[in-house]
């Protein structure tokens, strides 16, 4: 039996307009069904989030990824209420954040959510560990805690070493490390990230988001990470959601919004995204039956097997090793066959549904 996971966080029917006529314009959509460019022209506001509704497990890694302008940092600045929802509930860990007070917003803001932005702003007069022990230090933790902490978790992001130094001396990738650094210190359940290796160069940003991914096997914290750049969301997504003009399209596995996405926005996004790491062998095998009428008997003790989540990549690997087709396993159990037709069908982006 599997268990159902905890959601940490959820949206419902979230919605953000700004101008000075938002509440005006909230009614009229609510009553007329009015779209974003009917706000704008009729109302002078603008429809930054429409009607978003997701939820988040706990330690998952919730990927938004769109263009700018899509409303993906409006979105995610609702979760700690940097931003007020014109209409719609948020809550963390079943309680609705909306009702909370300016005291209980900071209390929740300091111990159970902690943020990574694309600028850092570290402070300058502070050094690298006074800026990652600054959140315990504004709870009133003791100065040798709190530098035990800082120390611990810039050995955690590889900066040993680091902690007299001052921002100004470190270089971007390193003072990216140092915001990441300062959000895990306090411990939070939930990381909210927005786009915060975006203006790194491509190796360092590469480097920082394996760093990411280790960290988080490590540390299970509930996390949703802002990107424009779809390669960037499947590497480090469980679940991706698109965004386009504060509408959530589509939401899913990376492997689903690959093969199988929604409409002709989504899949002009995904067009360019190799199959090889993403699509497995569950989404183009054939069952045996399936096969065997149209190929004859399987003697399945002289066939390779493979994992029901291998992708293609690693069948490619075993299907160059034979001329028989592949049988694939789950739980010790045979669940179905992937022939080198099916395995070329795949790679070319063809596939059973």
């Not at 270089?171 to 210190?185: H, P, T």
């Not at 095998?285 to 149209?294: P, R, V």
Request: with cysteine; hydrophobic share 40%; proline share 3%.
């Amino acid at each position: 039996m599997t268990l159902k996971k905890k959601q940490l966080i959820e949206c419902q029917s979230l919605w953000k307009i700004f101008g000075q006529k938002a509440k005006t314009a909230m009614q009229a959509v609510k009553e007329r069904n009015l779209t974003k460019e009917q706000v704008h022209n009729e109302f002078d506001c603008i429809v930054g989030v429409q009607n978003a509704t997701f939820s988040v497990d706990e330690g998952e890694i919730f990927c938004i990824m769109g263009l700018s302008g899509s409303g993906k940092s409006t979105l995610i600045r609702h979760i700690n209420r940097l931003i007020e929802p014109t209409s719609g509930e948020i809550f963390i860990d079943g309680e609705n954040i909306n009702n909370l007070n300016q005291t209980e917003l900071r209390e929740i803001r300091s111990s159970k959510i902690g943020m990574v932005f694309q600028n850092m702003a570290l402070l300058p007069h502070k050094n690298v560990r006074e800026n990652v022990a600054f959140a315990l230090e504004l709870r009133g933790i003791d100065k040798k805690s709190r530098d035990k902490v800082a120390n611990e978790t810039l050995e955690t992001v590889e900066l040993s070493g680091w902690g007299d130094r001052y921002p100004d001396e470190l270089s971007g990738g390193m003072q990216q490390r140092v915001g990441l650094a300062r959000a895990i210190a306090a411990n939070p359940q939930i990381l909210l990230m927005d786009e915060p290796f975006s203006a790194l160069d491509p190796l360092i940003r590469r480097q920082l988001q394996d760093q990411f991914i280790e960290l988080s096997q490590i540390m299970h914290k509930t996390t949703i990470f802002i990107t424009h750049d779809l390669d960037e969301a499947i590497r480090i997504g469980q679940r991706i959601a698109i965004m386009k003009d504060g509408m959530l399209v589509q939401i899913g596995e990376p492997e689903d919004i690959v093969t199988d996405p929604v409409d002709d926005y989504v899949a002009k996004f995904v067009s360019g995204i190799s199959n090889l790491h993403l699509v497995t062998a569950g989404k183009i095998m054939q069952s045996i039956a399936e096969y065997e009428a149209s190929a004859g008997p399987v003697k399945e003790e002289s066939l390779l097997k493979a994992k029901l989540d291998d992708d293609l990549d690693c069948l490619i690997d075993l299907s160059i090793k034979t001329d028989e087709p592949i049988l694939i396993e789950s739980e010790s159990k045979i669940v179905g066959i992937v022939s080198k037709k099916t395995l070329l069908a795949g790679i070319q982006g063809h596939w059973n549904t």
